[in-house]
């Protein structure tokens, strides 16, 4: 029983997973070499200019989008970030580009072309033994 006018001692933060729980399959990923202001195609917005850089792990170039409550630069969808979004587990991705694993969901489905889980599962295995999207986005 806690003494009148006694502390309560402090809760401790929350524990986060440890980074070494998100391991890249198909790694790694480098970014595409840009400046601000330029011109990039998103897989998902279509063109965009380029605002900045991300402060994920992943530094990536970014376009301002804002939607909802949340503002801010989010990750364009282009190179190597769709090869991992294509490749990776949507927790790995969400991790070491900053997003939410929604928002990768998301870019599964605008990649694969489809509106349910089934059919992101197979539209994306038959995008990737495709040779013209394995050349354009850096597949070896």
């Known amino acids: 029983m806690a003494r009148k006018g006694a502390k309560t001692p402090a809760k401790k933060p929350k524990t986060y997973p440890s980074p070494l729980q998100f391991n890249f399959r198909a790694g790694p990923y480098s970014p595409p070499v840009v400046n601000a202001g330029a011109i990039l195609h998103d897989e998902y ?8 850089m991300t402060d994920a792990p992943i530094p990536w170039p970014g376009c301002t989008y804002s939607r909802g ?3 801010g630069l989010m990750p364009i969808l282009t190179g190597g970030l769709v090869r991992a ?5 949507e927790l790995v991705v969400a991790h070491y580009w900053g997003v939410t694993r929604h928002i990768v969901n998301q870019w599964k489905c605008a990649l694969a072309g489809a509106t349910n ?3 992101v ?3 994306l295995g038959l995008k990737r033994k495709d040779p013209a999207f394995r050349k354009k986005f850096g597949y070896k």
Do not use: I, K, P, T
Not at 85 to 89: A, D, F, H, M, S
């Open 45 to 52: 917005l279509g063109d965009v200019r380029v605002d900045g």
């Open 69 to 71: 409550r949340h503002a």
């Open 85 to 89: 979004v294509c490749e990776e587990e």
């Open 117 to 119: 889980s089934n059919e």
């Open 121 to 123: 599962f197979l539209n």
